[in-house]
Every structure is written in C-alpha cells, then in structure tokens.
C-alpha cells in the first residue's frame, strides 16, 4: 500500500491527521471536488528541476506554477518540469502523480507557495489516486522543512491546459 511509509513516518512523529477516501480522480483539481475540500487547501506536488536537481514544488491545487517565478524565488538559473519518465521510478511506492509532498523521504528540496503556508490545514495525494491526507500546516512543516516562496498564481476558473506557466 502506497501510503504505509507516509502513515508510518507521521505516527512516528506523532503527528494528528485524517485518512480521507474519496472516488478515484486525477487532477488536484478533481481530488478537491470529490473530497469536498477546497481548492486552495489541495496541495498538489508538481516535479520540477532546478539546475539539474529533482524538486517538488507544492502549490494549491487551483493555481498553477510559473517557472520564472521559480527560478527567481528559488536561486536557480534554470527551472523546468520534470516530465513523467523522469520521476516515475523515483516514488515505486505511489502511483504517478500522486506523491505526496514530503520530498524529504525522497532525499530532495520542498518548495512550498506562500499562499499554500497561509491555510491552517492542508490535505494532499497520500500516494494514491483514491485518498488523502489532511493535517496541519504547520505539522507539514516541522517534518518537512520546506523553502516558502512566491512562485504560483490562481489559475483562471475557465481555464484549461497545464498547470504551469513558462516565459
């Protein structure tokens, strides 16, 4: 089961959360709907690179990420999306797209969006398509010590396409 290792390291640190299943949906955006959670409180791993090195970049689930932010947020002088062949064999444990957002069980940088570290709680892809993991912000942050930046805005509610913006 994808989500033992999760569960196994936040039981270790004592950490309160809720196991939360919901009907099988891909998009951060349609894990937020069938779980009846907002949005904004949807965190979604994106898979980036900066210069060269494997990253997540958490963000809400209704935003969307803008690569120059990043880079210039980040230190970085090149950033870009880590494409599916990249990181499929580095989560074997979880489905694709589904990582949850604690790179540091992975030996990689976490960088979170100011407007994700504002919510009180946070739910996200517990390494599957079907369940999630809500807990507090600031739990989420004690264990996995991520870099806040600016690098993501709202997407636009009629919007469709990918979630990311590139310049």
Same mark, same amino acid.
């Given at each position: 089961m994808p989500i033992r290792r999760l569960r196994e390291f936040l039981d270790q640190a004592g950490v309160r959360y809720t196991l939360i299943r919901h009907s099988p949906a891909m998009t951060a955006q349609e894990v937020a709907a069938s779980a009846h959670i907002p949005g904004k409180e949807v965190a979604k791993t994106v898979m980036v690179f900066l210069n060269r090195q494997m990253a997540? $970049? #958490?963000l809400p689930a209704s935003y969307k990420v803008d690569f120059r932010r990043l880079r210039e947020a980040s230190g970085? =002088? =090149?950033a870009r999306l880590a494409t599916e062949a990249e990181f499929g064999e580095k989560f074997p444990e979880? &489905?694709?797209g589904a990582m949850p957002p604690f790179g540091n069980l992975w030996g990689m940088e976490v960088y979170v969006a100011e407007s994700l570290a504002e919510d009180e709680e946070i739910a996200f892809n517990a390494g599957n398509h079907? &369940?999630?993991?809500r807990l507090s912000y600031a739990d989420f942050e004690r264990l #996995?010590?991520?870099k806040v930046i600016r690098f993501s805005e709202p997407a636009l509610?009629? $919007?469709r396409g990918p979630d990311i913006w590139d310049d």
């Open positions: 997540m $970049a #958490v970085a =002088e =090149e979880c &489905e694709l079907s &369940e999630l993991i #996995v010590e991520p509610p009629a $919007a």
